[in-house]
C-alpha cells in the first residue's frame, strides 16, 4: 500500500514541477489569460482534449460500462459528436469575435452591464457543478490511496453546513487541489493541458492494450466474456441496451421513462460542449480561425480514440473484475473488503491494479495502480485549473473590472486587485464544489453527475446566448439575459426536485427524469426568443441589432478579429 | 514569447455604414451563401444520425440487441459508427472550409482594407 501511494506523490511531483515550470513562462496578462494567441493549431487540439477530458471521461465513463455495461458507451458516443456542433457553429465565429472570456462576444452587441453580469451567473454554475464532480473524483483516488483516511480524520468532521457533513477525504484533496490552483497563479497554461492529454492518452491505451494481451487480442473471445456478464435486475447481458435505464418498464408523459431518459441525455452531450466557457476560452489563445478549425480537428482525433478505448477500459473491468468488486479497499482475490459499497469512479485504478498484478506480479500491480491513480490526479488537478480559470475570469474580468468597476464604481483596476478578486472567486466556487460533493457522496459517477448538470446548464443557458448572438439579427439584451439566468435557474431547479444521482435515488421525485435536457435546453431556447420579443416591445435594446451587421461581418471572415502578436 | 500586453493589430473603422457596407458585397454574399449550403445539411444530418441511436435503441431494442459477428451486436457498431460518421463529417467541413470559405473570407478582408 505504502509503496503505491509513494509511487503516486512521485508521479504527481514530475507532473506539478513540468506544470510550474511551464506557468513560469507565463507573463503579461495577455498570455494569462489567452496564451499570448500564439498557440498552434495542433497544440491547441491536445490542450483542448486535456481541457475536456476530465474525471468524468477518465473515471467516470468506464465506471458506467463496468457497472451497466453498454449504455455507458453513450457517453463516449456523445461527448465525440459534441464536436461536430463545436465545429460547424462554434469555433471559428468565436475565434474571429473574440476576446478572452464568452462574455467578451455577447457584450459586443448587447449592453454590458446586465449580459456580463448574467454570464458570469452562467458560468460560475457551469464551472462549480462541474467541478464537484472533479472533487468527488479526486476524493474517490484519495481513498483508494489513504484507505484508512477517512477514519483518521472523521473526529474532526462532525459538523455540518447547511445540514451535510463534509467528507474527510474530498475535503482534504478539494482543499489542498484549490490551494495548489490559487497559488500556483492559475496554472491553467496550455502546456499543463497538453501535458495531462499527453499522459492521460499514455495511461488509457496501456490499459486498452493490457485488456487485449489479456484476451490474445481476440476481440470476439472478449466480447463473449462481456456477453457472459448479466445484469442482476434485468438479466440482460453486459454487450445489450437497456440496463443503466431499462427499457419497457415505466413510462413518463405516456412515452417509456428510459427512452426519454436516454434522449435527454443525448441532447445535454452533444449541445453542452459548444457552451463550455473553459473550452470555449481555448479558442482565444490560438492565432487565428484557421488554427481554431485545425485544433478542433486535432482534438477530435484525440477525443475520438479514447472514446473508442472506453470500450476496453469500461467492459474490462465488467468481465476481469465485475462490478461488485470495485470498490476502495480489496482483500484477497480482488474481493471487496467486507463492509465496503462498490463504487463505479474506481473501475479504473482497480482494472489497473487487476492488470498489473495479472502480468507483472504484486509490484506490477501497485505501480500499475499508482500510475493510473497519478494519472487520473492530474487529470483532475488539470480541470480544476481550468474550471477555476474560467470561473474566475468570468467574475474577475466579466463582472467585478467590466461591471463594478467600469459602470458602477468607476476608476482603474490594477492587475493585482484583478488577480486577487480571481483568487477569491476561485477559493469560493471550491469551497462551493466541496460542499456540493459531500452532499452528493462519492459514489455517485462522475460522468453522470457532469453530463446532468453542467452540460445541461451550459446548453440551456450559454448555447442559445451565443448562437443568436452570432447569427440572429433580432436577438437582443433582454434575450440573452433570459437564457443566461434562466436555463440555469431551470437546469438547477429541476435537478433539485428530480431524482438525482444520490444513492439511494429519492423515491418519488416532483420531476421524473434524472436527465433534465429534454426541458430545460427548449426551455432555454425558448426564453431567449420571449426575451427578446418582449425587449423589442420595450425598444430597450436598439443597439444590438444594429450592432448585428458588425459581428456578422467579423465573425464570417475575422476582419478585425484580435491579431496574435507575431505572424501566423 | 515576450511580446505581451495588448496586441496591436489594426482594428478596423467602427463606422457603421462600412460594416453594413461589407455585408451587402458579392463576396460576403456568397460566403454566408457557401458556408451555410454546407454547414445546414451537415448539422441536420448529423443530429438525425445520432439521435437514430439512443432513439432505435428504445424503441426497437430486440433488433438492437441481433449479434452481427461473435456476440459483437448491431447497437454497438451503431455506435462505433458515430465516431467514423463524425471524423468524416470534420474533415469534409476543414476541406470545404480550406477550398471555399477561406478564399471568399479572404477577399471580404482585402475589400475592407481598401474601404477604409
Known amino acids: 500500500m505504502s509503496i503505491t501511494f509513494v509511487l503516486f506523490l512521485i508521479i504527481v511531483a514530475i507532473t506539478l514541477g513540468i506544470t510550474l515550470w511551464a506557468a513560469t513562462r507565463t507573463r503579461t496578462t495577455l498570455q494569462f489569460w489567452a496564451a499570448g494567441r500564439t498557440i498552434k493549431g495542433w497544440q491547441n487540439g491536445l490542450a483542448i482534449a486535456g481541457d475536456y477530458m476530465s474525471a468524468a471521461s477518465f473515471l467516470g465513463i468506464a465506471g458506467l460500462i463496468a457497472f451497466n455495461g453498454y449504455d455507458g458507451f453513450m457517453y463516449s458516443v456523445g461527448w465525440l459528436v459534441a464536436y461536430l456542433t463545436v465545429l460547424f457553429l462554434i469555433a471559428e465565429p468565436m475565434r474571429n469575435t473574440g476576446k478572452y472570456t464568452m462574455a467578451d462576444v455577447l457584450a459586443f452587441r448587447m449592453s454590458p452591464v446586465p449580459v456580463r453580469s448574467a454570464a458570469a451567473i452562467s458560468t460560475i454554475a457551469v464551472s462549480a457543478s462541474y467541478m464537484m464532480a472533479q472533487m468527488i473524483g479526486a476524493g474517490s483516488l484519495i481513498k483508494v490511496l489513504l484507505p484508512d483516511l477517512d477514519k483518521t480524520l472523521s473526529p474532526y468532521f462532525q459538523w455540518s453546513i447547511f445540514g451535510t457533513k463534509l467528507d474527510p477525504s474530498i475535503t482534504l484533496v478539494g482543499v489542498l487541489m484549490m490551494v495548489y490552483v490559487i497559488l500556483g497563479g492559475m496554472v491553467a497554461t496550455t502546456w499543463v493541458q497538453i501535458v495531462k492529454a499527453v499522459l492521460l492518452m499514455a495511461g488509457a491505451i496501456l490499459l486498452s492494450f493490457l485488456v487485449l494481451l489479456y484476451f490474445n487480442f481476440n476481440i470476439l473471445a472478449f466480447f463473449d466474456k462481456i456477453y457472459a456478464v448479466k445484469d442482476t435486475a434485468t438479466k440482460l447481458p453486459f454487450t445489450s441496451p437497456g440496463i443503466l435505464y431499462v427499457y419497457g418498464k415505466t413510462t413518463v408523459w405516456g412515452i417509456d421513462k428510459a427512452l426519454l431518459e436516454n434522449v435527454s441525455l443525448g441532447m445535454a452531450l452533444i449541445l453542452g460542449t459548444a457552451g463550455l466557457p473553459h473550452i470555449l476560452m481555448r479558442f482565444f489563445t490560438v492565432t487565428n480561425a484557421k488554427a481554431a478549425r485545425t485544433s478542433v480537428a486535432w482534438a477530435m482525433g484525440l477525443i475520438g480514440s479514447f472514446y473508442i478505448m472506453t470500450t476496453f477500459l469500461g467492459f474490462g473491468a465488467a468481465a476481469l473484475i465485475g462490478k461488485a468488486n470495485i470498490c476502495a479497499r480489496v482483500v484477497e482475490g480482488f474481493k471487496c473488503a467486507p463492509g465496503l459499497k462498490p463504487n463505479n469512479n474506481l473501475s479504473m485504478p482497480r482494472l489497473a491494479d487487476f492488470l498489473g498484478t495479472h502480468f507483472f506480479g504484486t509490484a506490477g500491480g501497485e505501480f500499475l495502480l499508482a500510475f493510473i491513480t497519478a494519472v487520473a490526479f492530474a487529470t483532475i488537478l488539470a480541470v480544476v485549473a481550468g474550471l477555476t480559470l474560467a470561473a474566475a475570469s468570468a467574475f474577475s474580468h466579466d463582472f467585478y473590472v467590466n461591471v463594478i468597476r467600469t459602470q458602477i464604481f468607476k476608476g482603474e483596476v490594477s492587475e493585482r486587485e484583478q488577480v486577487t478578486v480571481a483568487r477569491i472567486t476561485s477559493a469560493l466556487v471550491g469551497l462551493l464544489s466541496i460542499w456540493l460533493a459531500a452532499k452528493t457522496g462519492a459514489t455517485a459517477n462522475v460522468a453522470a453527475l457532469v453530463a446532468g448538470v453542467a452540460f445541461v446548464i451550459a446548453s440551456s443557458a450559454n448555447l442559445p446566448a451565443i448562437l443568436f448572438t452570432l447569427f440572429w439579427k433580432r436577438f437582443n439584451t433582454w434575450g440573452a439575459v433570459a437564457c443566461l439566468v434562466g436555463g440555469t435557474v431551470v437546469t438547477i431547479w429541476l435537478v433539485a426536485v428530480g431524482p438525482g444521482w444520490t444513492l439511494p435515488a429519492v423515491a418519488h421525485p416532483a420531476f421524473p427524469l434524472q436527465n433534465v435536457g429534454i426541458v430545460a435546453i427548449p426551455v432555454g431556447f425558448i426564453l431567449a426568443i420571449v426575451g427578446t420579443y418582449i425587449g423589442d416591445l420595450a425598444k430597450a435594446d436598439r443597439l444590438a441589432e444594429v450592432k448585428f451587421h458588425e459581428i456578422d461581418v467579423r465573425a464570417q471572415t475575422g476582419v478585425g478579429a484580435e491579431v496574435s502578436p507575431v505572424p501566423a | ?116
Open chain 2, 1 to 116: 514569447m515576450d511580446a505581451g500586453k495588448t496586441p496591436p493589430g489594426a482594428p478596423p473603422p467602427n463606422d457603421q455604414v462600412h460594416w453594413e457596407g461589407l455585408e451587402e458585397t458579392p463576396e460576403f454574399k456568397e460566403l454566408v451563401r457557401a458556408r451555410w449550403r454546407f454547414v445546414a445539411p451537415a448539422t441536420v444530418f448529423f443530429l438525425a444520425y445520432y439521435f437514430a441511436l439512443p432513439l432505435s435503441n428504445g424503441l426497437f431494442p430486440n433488433v438492437m440487441r441481433t449479434e452481427i459477428i461473435g456476440h459483437i451486436n448491431l447497437a454497438y457498431f451503431f455506435a462505433l459508427s458515430q465516431f467514423i460518421v463524425a471524423w468524416v463529417l470534420a474533415y469534409f467541413y476543414i476541406r470545404q472550409a480550406t477550398r471555399v470559405f477561406d478564399p471568399l473570407a479572404e477577399k471580404v478582408r482585402q475589400r475592407a482594407g481598401r474601404g477604409r
